[in-house]
């Protein structure tokens, strides 16, 4: 189809206007949070170089968290402004549809929603892993893995235990390593503690002891069946774990890409680690935040579309009620889903599925 007059003029101004509006608020919110830190980068002796690279990575994720929003405000401010002129009657006086004349404002949305995947999968996510870095060297405390009895599988058939683990010293008490056949232990290496070689970036296992099962069909009955092999003061070796698995993993989502996340979600899975809702929570949501765009639009679209004598005000607001109610029921079930009690799938779809029906409801009742 081609993309009339009207459709480009359309199209120019909710883009422009988006843009505008997301520079704005970046300032806004940057100015803010310098002024807040201040003093933060005064005490850690922080010169312009590094502040700068802060800020390099903290605007593009102002850019993305505030892109939903962003884009109902342009979308509420360019329409309300065609009605108020009465613009959109002129439209749809002339013969078009008012389905037709959605079209520039879905291309709209296609283009901000291919932009916010894009970057929210990708860039985004590089810029935040620097971003937390920077914070927790020079805003926050300390982080102490606190953890015991650790249990994780490793391998196939392959299960690691660790008592507790010193994430300041990246060390390690009371180590083993497990290995079955068929649910039935046939070997174990067992060391009173590991130690992290940064140099050779390797495990370093002290008092280590290999024991074997002669008979892995006896020993179920037979203790005596499981004998001491071989023995030592140091051994070198690799493990499937690093210093990074202790380190702190609030929100660390944030700072992975699309495909790390589908990694590292299925990473969880095969040690049956915790915790894995967070990271399933955050996979769904991006793919569901573009479908977000488009039903923000067309609500917007909807509410504010019509003009009345008492002007456009009461459209503008319910449509901000409207789109408010929708973030605070995203956050919701989004909190559901990582403490478990919602799957993350309806977590992340639920509120789009239910503001579709609201965003359809506006629109049979929307003058055409």
Do not use: C
């Not at 102490?144 to 690691?160: E, G, M, S, T, W």
């Not at 296992?205 to 005596?224: C, E, G, M, Q, Y």
């Not at 799938?345 to 503001?355: D, G, K, Q, R």
């Amino acid at each position: 189809m081609t993309l009339k007059i009207i459709d480009r003029y359309i199209l120019k101004k909710v883009l422009s206007t988006f843009f505008f509006v997301v520079l704005i608020l970046m300032a806004i919110i940057t100015v803010i949070d310098v002024t807040e830190k201040m003093d933060k980068f005064s005490k850690n002796n922080l010169d312009f170089n590094a502040i700068l690279g802060y800020y390099l990575d903290f605007i593009p994720w102002i850019a993305g968290l505030i892109t939903p929003i962003t884009i109902f405000i342009a979308i509420i401010y360019v329409t309300s402004r065609m009605a108020g002129h009465t613009e959109i009657i002129s439209i749809l006086s002339s013969g078009v549809s008012f389905r037709r004349m959605l079209l520039p404002y879905l291309i709209a949305s296609l283009v901000v929603a291919s932009i916010s995947f894009v970057l929210n999968g990708w860039v985004i996510p590089r810029a935040t892993k620097s971003r937390l870095a920077f914070e927790l060297q020079y805003f926050n405390n300390r982080y102490y893995f606190d953890a015991r009895n650790i249990h994780l599988q490793v391998a196939p058939q392959v299960y690691l235990f660790i008592q507790n683990y010193n994430n300041v010293s990246n060390q390690g008490y009371q180590f083993s390593l497990e290995r079955f056949d068929k649910n039935v232990l046939i070997e174990k290496l067992t060391a009173e503690n590991i130690t992290w070689d940064t140099a050779k970036h390797t495990w370093t296992l002290r008092l280590w002891k290999i024991h074997k099962v002669n008979d892995i069909f006896a020993s179920t009955k037979n203790p005596d069946s499981i004998q001491f092999l071989t023995s030592g003061n140091s051994l070198d070796t690799a493990l499937a774990i690093s210093p990074k698995d202790f380190e702190a993993q609030e929100r660390s989502y944030e700072g992975m890409t699309t495909p790390e996340l589908f990694e590292h979600i299925n990473k969880l899975k095969f040690r049956g680690a915790s915790g894995v809702q967070m990271y399933e929570v955050d996979k769904q949501i991006r793919f569901a935040a573009p479908f977000t765009t488009f039903i923000l639009v067309f609500m917007g679209v909807t509410v504010s579309s019509r003009k009345s004598r008492g002007g456009t005000g009461l459209q503008i607001a319910l449509g901000f009620v409207l789109a408010f109610v929708f973030i605070l029921f995203f956050l919701l079930t989004r909190s559901f889903a990582e403490t478990g009690s919602m799957h993350p799938v309806v977590a992340a779809w639920t509120p789009n599925l239910i503001f579709i029906v609201i965003s359809g409801v506006l629109y049979r009742y929307t003058p055409r």
